[in-house]
């Protein structure tokens, strides 16, 4: 089984770096192995019979043989320092957050505050799938761009639902007892401009971080979805959002995780074409 594990393990950090790279070695001991590093993605040859790694980019993969069978272990290799003098900025990874509306101005509508939200199940998940560094001092300060999508919901508190109008987006009252859900769904797809500062702590075992900059956003798509009873009633028609979208962002960390702020610069609704809303998210990061 151990030998089908490390081809698998082997033809996958294959798969990954199909370019030619240095070669470079570096030992070190412990208690369970001695390990030999052969290239950042490879398979590490160890004198100890029950213990096998493959090094993927900064992942580490442990296939350990013991009595009660294999265990595959995945993560990073925490025993090892960045050593490569590039600078490696926080933005590829996942985020969960709480949306807000901010500078709320519903005066065109008689003052009825028909998207005041539940802010508890307003929520933005973010996939921020590829990162790109650009060194300005060593490796503690840098920019950092990417992209990344974007999926956000607005549940609303009060029992109303959105139509696209002949001139404008108009409030409906829903009168359905059995009404449990009624919210405002918007995607995009982001792009970021980030300085980053760094600060190395515990013999540069892990950095201090904090970035901020500017997020452009285009919009992907959008709905409004009510839930009652049994029936999911959805609707496609745009309702006058804008299709462009400018945040300023913020984020400081430890290694890895981090919080983040982002307020958008952009109203929600095209000029004149809805109530005034100012989106703004609060949440956590976790980066690769």
Do not use: C
Request: without cysteine; hydrophobic residues 35%; proline residues 3%.
């Amino acid at each position: 089984m151990k030998t089908i594990i490390l081809s698998l393990l082997a033809a996958t950090a294959l798969s990954f770096d199909l370019k030619a790279q240095d070669v470079f070695s570096e030992n070190y001991s412990s208690k369970t192995s001695t390990e030999i590093v052969l290239t950042p993605d490879t398979i590490v040859a160890s004198s100890d019979q029950d213990t096998t790694i493959v090094r993927i980019g900064k992942k580490d993969v442990k296939v350990i043989d013991h009595n009660d069978g294999t265990e595959i272990l995945w993560g990073k290799d925490k025993h090892r320092r960045d050593r490569s003098g590039r600078f490696n900025g926080h933005w590829e990874g996942i985020e969960f957050g709480f949306n807000g509306f901010a500078d709320t101005d519903y005066s065109d509508y008689n003052g009825i505050e028909f998207m005041s939200l539940n802010q508890g199940k307003s929520a933005e998940f973010n996939l921020n799938f590829y990162e790109l560094n650009i060194g300005l001092a060593k490796s503690y300060v840098g920019l950092v761009s990417g992209m990344g999508l974007s999926f956000n919901s607005y549940r609303f508190e009060n029992p109303y639902t959105l139509v696209k109008g002949a001139t404008r987006t108009e409030p409906v009252l829903l009168d359905y007892e059995d009404l449990s859900k009624t919210k405002l769904a918007v995607s995009y797809l982001n792009v970021p401009l980030l300085l980053e500062f760094q600060i190395p702590v515990n013999q540069n075992e892990g950095r201090l971080f904090i970035n901020a900059g500017l997020v452009g956003g285009v919009k992907l798509g959008s709905h409004t979805k009510v839930k009652h009873g049994d029936t999911k009633d959805k609707d496609r028609s745009g309702f006058n959002l804008n299709s462009f979208k400018y945040s300023a962002t913020a984020r400081v960390g430890y290694k890895d995780v981090s919080l983040f702020a982002t307020y958008s610069l952009t109203p929600l609704f095209q000029s004149g074409k809805g109530p005034e809303l100012t989106p703004f998210t609060i949440g956590i990061s976790f980066l690769n």
